[in-house]
């Protein structure tokens, strides 16, 4: 084998990287913004730890993040009833139409890369990726 399987499975990644970049700038979004949108579920209300969290960034760099996003439209804040300090948060409209255009972005990309396979040529890829994905969680 004349590639590394590290190797390759950076280049793939960085492919990946490069399609989602390639999305953010269509969309003038920054990667947080990105993962903002797509992390969440639509019509659910999350508090702003519940965001920090699922976006993997401090507080004080999410609630940036999420101002952002709410600046934009993407977002509105909504006031709890009974702490009026507490910010909670939720999918605008607009946020919801940009998350679906990205997300039909990445199932063409996935379209296109399954449509250059045969059948059980994808039960194998599918199998050996779940297994390298499983190798590579933490002990």
Known sequence: MADKIFDI?????????????????????SPAEYNGLLSVEPGTIY??????????????????????LIRNGYFKRIRDKEDRRVLKVTLTEKGLNIRRKINKKIDECEKDILRRFQKPELFLLENTLNKLSDIFIPN
């Open 47 to 68: 508090s702003c730890n519940q965001l920090s969290k699922k976006l993997g960034l401090s507080i004080s760099r999410s609630s940036r993040v999420l101002e952002k």
């Open 9 to 29: 499975i950076t280049n793939l990644k960085n492919k990946c990287l490069d399609k989602e970049i390639s999305i953010q700038k269509e969309y003038s979004l």
